[in-house]
T-cell receptor
């Protein structure tokens, strides 16, 4: 595997379900990110981790819970989501935080029924 | 407020018809401007990073330029495989955190 991988690629869940999204980066980077991309809207940053420590939480509802066990893996735990949370969830990684390129994974298409 | 505006929202070109996409930005201290290409249902694919006014970068049929207020992505003699949404993003000064601020993108369609 190379680059940034995400699983699953597609997920359908009910509002009462609990699920998790997984991201793994094979680039040796130290920072990892979760973004949300909704139709007709710009990408929105959700969370930032640097060396496993969360450095930013962009006012994300508590029904989204991130976890970063090491610099290569990032999870997004989902529970009691709303239909408006349906979107493409993108993971990205970068060598550092300032002025460096972020590399994105293929995304998880989430549908909340 | 830091923001990024891309124009046009959509662009239709004939194969071989060169054009430019615009990304205008207002940020407090630019730390980097990034261009990405995104195909439907996929994650953004990195194209270019620009750091200072006057900087230019090229890759195949694409050339990105940067001024103090905007960036252009020039597409020379496009082919149908260049059809995609092109995203522009900026990283503002240290006080703004580390977030990339994205524009809404320009969707390019190239027909043969």
């Amino acid at each position: 595997e190379t680059g940034v991988t995400q699983t699953p690629r597609h997920l359908v869940m009910g509002m009462t379900n609990k699920k998790s999204l997984k991201c793994e980066q094979h680039l040796g980077h130290n920072a990892m990110y979760w973004y949300k991309q909704s139709a007709k809207k710009p990408l929105e940053l959700m969370f930032v981790y640097n060396f496993k420590e969360q450095t930013e939480n962009n006012s994300v509802p508590s029904r989204f819970s991130p976890e970063c066990p090491n610099s290569s893996h990032l999870f997004l735990h989902l529970h009691t989501l709303q239909p408006e949370d349906s979107a493409l969830y993108l993971c990205a990684s970068s060598p550092g935080l300032a002025g460096v390129t972020q590399y994105f994974g293929p995304g998880t298409r989430l549908t909340v029924l | 407020e830091d923001q990024v505006t891309q124009s046009p929202e959509a662009l239709r070109l004939q194969e071989g018809e060169s054009s430019s996409l615009n990304c205008s930005y207002t940020v407090s201290g630019l730390r980097g401007l990034f261009w990405y290409r995104q195909d439907p249902g996929k994650g953004p694919e990195f194209l270019f990073t620009l750091y200072s006014a006057g900087e230019e970068k090229e890759k195949e049929r694409l050339k990105a330029t940067l001024t103090k207020k905007e960036s252009f992505l020039h597409i020379t003699a496009p082919k149908p495989e260049d059809s995609a949404t092109y995203l522009c993003a900026v990283q503002a000064g240290a006080q703004a955190g580390t977030a990339l601020i994205f524009g809404k993108g320009t969707t390019l369609s190239v027909s043969s």
